[in-house]
């Protein structure tokens, strides 16, 4: 019984990562292993997966220093690697004490693997059909609508990465199983019994609608189904965006006056939603009060800012842009920064210069603009490269050599807009 079972998740895995990334499978990929059971499990389903296909793994911990015993369990994983034969990197991450400690953890480790990941397109994680039936829950609990109640998608793209999840369809359980008649090894953390955790009282509660007919496996299945649904929204959303949007080559995004005319207020909110998060960088939608604020005065004829944005009207059309209040303070420059979370400075001088937003003091070192610059309040977000009091570049407005700063995000919106 447990030899069948092993085999069958072989083949889910094989199968889910053939549907993810194959057959044309690149020649290395990462995994983000923390030790726990549904990471080793991942962990051991990929190296078998490994000898059959060809593919090299490369391994990497994220140690988020919360825990006395996280340095102990990355060494754990270190050791299981080498005996597998593949390389391992443990990262340590550092709280900085604001903000929510477990999100700011989330978004540190995704930051950690992608600058780790080198030249490396994708990387596994482990989240599995429980994961998204508790999620599931927390966001029911919150009163979301279908894009929060949707299942996390099997891909998605994470600042130049591609992060998988081949193991959705599985469960918790059944993974432990497989690695328990293989023998394998893994810890449990100690804060997947603490209470004081949303998602461990929701694991809890599971148990009990399970009863009930409302175990993972069906819950999973409703959020896989709503992310059907999600996604047939947000065709409907892009079929809107190709009449009415247009998306500056400065980072802005345009709406024709007439933008919200024949659409329906949900539609009109979800492009909103999608273009606030592609012009901030924002990980997050915004508050659903706060955006139908904004919506409601967009269609009466007027503006405002939200979550780090701007939008007025300007030539007869809606402009959405970066918020000058809100973008990232004066960086150093040095090989491979990242400015604002949205753009890379690709100018290969960088002795003493620094990289800034605009501002009216950059405004005022500005000639003459090109026809096609932004606006004024537009343009104070811009980057540009800066020895010290000097302006030396801003792409946006024709000053210095031109293709000193790219957007991170360099596809088109339409594609953000089906993606996020």
């Keep these: 019984m447990g030899a069948s079972k092993t085999v069958n998740l072989d083949q889910r895995f094989a199968e889910a990562m053939g549907q993810l990334i194959g057959p044309g499978f690149p020649s290395e990929i990462g995994l983000a292993v923390s030790g726990g059971g549904d990471s080793m499990a991942m962990l051991t389903l990929a190296h078998n997966w490994s000898h059959v296909w060809g593919v090299r793994l490369r391994v990497v911990t994220v140690d988020h220093g919360l825990r006395p015993e996280s340095a102990d369990e990355a060494a754990m994983v270190a050791r299981e690697c080498a005996e597998l034969g593949w390389p391992h990197t443990t990262l340590r991450w550092h709280w900085d004490g604001t903000g929510n400690k477990m999100d700011a953890a989330r978004r540190g480790r995704l930051a950690l693997i992608d600058a780790w990941r080198g030249s490396l397109s994708h990387v596994l994680m482990a989240h599995t059909r429980d994961d998204v039936a508790e999620t599931f829950l927390m966001r029911l609990a919150r009163g979301s609508g279908v894009d929060g109640l949707s299942a996390m998608s099997a891909r998605r793209h994470v600042g130049g990465m591609q992060i998988l999840r081949p193991c959705l369809e599985m469960g ?4 432990r199983h497989y690695l328990t008649v293989l023998k394998g090894r893994w810890v449990e953390d100690p804060s997947n019994d603490d209470p004081a955790y949303g998602r461990v009282r929701m694991r809890r509660l599971l148990a009990d609608l399970q009863a009930e007919g409302l175990g993972a496996e069906t819950l999973a299945d409703t959020a896989a189904r709503l992310r059907d649904d999600r996604l047939a929204l947000a065709m409907r959303a892009a079929t809107i965006w190709d009449g009415v949007g247009t998306q500056t080559g400065w980072g802005g995004l345009t709406l024709a006056p007439d933008w919200h005319e024949q659409v329906e207020p949900a539609t009109q909110r979800r492009l909103l939603s999608a273009m606030l998060r592609f012009v901030s960088g924002a990980d997050y939608a915004p508050r659903a009060e706060a955006l139908e604020g904004l919506r409601d005065r967009l269609v009466s004829g007027g503006g405002g800012t939200l979550h780090g944005c701007e939008v007025i009207h300007h030539r007869g059309r809606v402009l959405m ?46 000639a003459e603009t090109p026809p096609c610059a932004p606006p004024f309040r537009a343009a104070l977000s811009l980057p540009s490269i800066w020895q010290d009091d000097t302006l030396l570049a801003c792409d946006a407005l024709g000053v210095g050599p031109g293709n000193t700063a790219r957007l991170c995000r360099a596809g088109v919106f339409r594609d953000f807009l089906l993606s996020h």
């Design 172 to 175: 918790r359980a059944e993974l």
């Design 321 to 366: 842009f970066r918020e000058a209040a809100a973008v990232a303070e004066a960086t150093a420059i040095a090989p491979g920064i990242t400015w604002d979370g949205r753009w890379h400075v690709t100018t290969p001088d960088h002795a003493g210069r620094t990289i800034r937003a605009l501002g009216e003091d950059g405004w005022r070192q500005v």
